[in-house]
């Protein structure tokens, strides 16, 4: 059984930079997409960015040029890190693996605020 664990959301200063945490159990982490979505209060879940298993990345207009993702298969982990954070950028963010499965964490919190 898929067992996702995200980390690392906290209030940050628009801005600032903030890097959340992703570990992934009960799959062949190595050989599967990770993806990064995230949902803002009454806003559909949107991806924010995914990472092939060849560490190969993809990125949403709203991320491209502030947000890199990252992998570490040893460690069955993928991280988002966003830095320049906007007041657009609050939101629960969630792991998704693999990409396009219905398989969720329990999201980690993201609030950026002066």
């Known amino acids: 059984q898929v067992h996702i664990v995200e980390s690392g959301g906290d209030l940050v200063q628009p801005g600032g930079s903030l890097r959340v945490s992703c570990v992934v159990s009960?799959?062949?982490?190595?050989?599967?997409?990770i993806g990064w979505y995230r949902q803002a209060p009454g806003r559909q879940r949107e991806l924010v960015a995914f990472?092939?298993?060849?560490?190969?990345?993809t990125y949403a207009d709203s991320a491209t040029g502030r947000f890199t993702i990252s992998r570490d298969n040893a460690k069955n982990m993928v991280d988002l890190q966003m830095n320049n954070l906007k007041p657009e950028d609050t939101a629960v963010y969630y792991c998704?693996?693999?990409?396009?499965?219905?398989?969720w964490g329990q999201g980690t919190q993201v609030t950026v605020s002066s």
């Open positions: 009960g799959l062949t982490f190595s050989t599967n997409v």
């Open positions: 990472i092939r298993t060849d560490g190969t990345p």
């Open positions: 998704n693996a693999p990409l396009g499965s219905g398989r």
